[in-house]
């Protein structure tokens, strides 16, 4: 199943340089000036999974599939996008449709790259940019309100359960907060997301920093972590120059320049991972002599609801999931071993998927 962040920003803060560096392509121009992205680029990428080798070592597995992430690069929005300034209603559609929210915030100072404020202010740049979502989601909500309000008067059930959504929107954002600050009833979470409110998505800072900075951050790094903590968001500390150099390099090559600059691992690792905490997923593994796979699914599926990811006749016809928790397949090196140590586990319908589990399924259409 897929899953999109949308990489969001005002021009030239180096979504697009991080995107090509998560990518590993260049199909993003990472380019000086404003909107030079102009249409949303998309590009699937693995989810790092130490896991996951082990696993294929164990069962000597012929191939290695990871789970996938989509990131989508969304052109700069700019002061005004939400009365379509700078192509800014095309570009609010496409955030629309992603599921989270990253910021990409400029924490550098570089002469030779123009800021379109004409200063280096990474908290200014995210409250122009949330802003203007907020002024997007008031005008959307605005215009549908009146007619739920008709069709609720009416007693249409649906509707008055969506019109009491919609101002529990409306009471945020009118007094200057996001939707996402909203407390929604757990049973009406479905309804929520349906709405599409750009406010209302899991959000994700970025700090993107200078090469110097990448190991310990710097003052405007600083400041965005200090942001991130007030918002109840997560922050990656990333410098996208560095992790587009990173991606042309081997495997050696790359640990090589990662102990250089001190840090232990790329830092788009740590945003892949933090992406998936901040969606609610998890990894649970399918494992064989012909493939180890990684499958994602959100915190909280049952086996049947994790075996539909692979295809819905397991989900429809299932019967039951030949379980083993990741450390007792590594401890007893394999199934068989696992089975024998009586670590493998039979579990039916209502058993809810743990993070790490070696599952086989086993259904009947």
Known sequence: MGFKCGIVGLPNVGKSTLFNALTQTAAAQAAN????????????VAVPEPRLTTLA??????????????FVDIAGLVKGASQGEGLGNQFLANIRE?????????????????HV???VDPLSDFEVVETELMLADLDSLDKRRANLEKKAKTGDKDSREMLALVDLALAELNEGRPARKARVPADQTRQWRMM????????????????????????????????????????????AKIESELALLDAEERSEYLAELGLEEPGLNRLIHTGYQLLGLLTYFTVGPKEARAWTIRKGWTAPRAAGVIHGDFER????AETTAYADYVAHGGEAGAREAGKLRQEGKEYVVQDGDVMLFKFNV
């Open 33 to 44: 000036y404003p909107f030079c992205t102009i249409e949303p680029n998309v590009g699937e």
């Open 57 to 70: 070592g164990i069962a000597r597995s012929a191939n290695i599939i990871p789970a996938r992430m989509s």
């Open 98 to 114: 992603v599921d989270a929210v990253v910021y990409v915030l400029r924490c550098f100072e570089d002469d030779d790259v123009t």
């Open 117 to 119: 404020s004409g200063r």
């Open 196 to 239: 599409q409110l750009l406010t209302a998505k899991p959000v994700l800072f970025v700090a993107n920093v200078d090469e110097e900075s990448a190991a310990t951050g710097n003052a405007h790094s600083r400041a965005v972590e200090a942001r991130a903590t007030q918002e109840g968001a997560a922050c990656v500390v990333i410098s």
């Open 317 to 320: 016809g299932f019967i039951r």
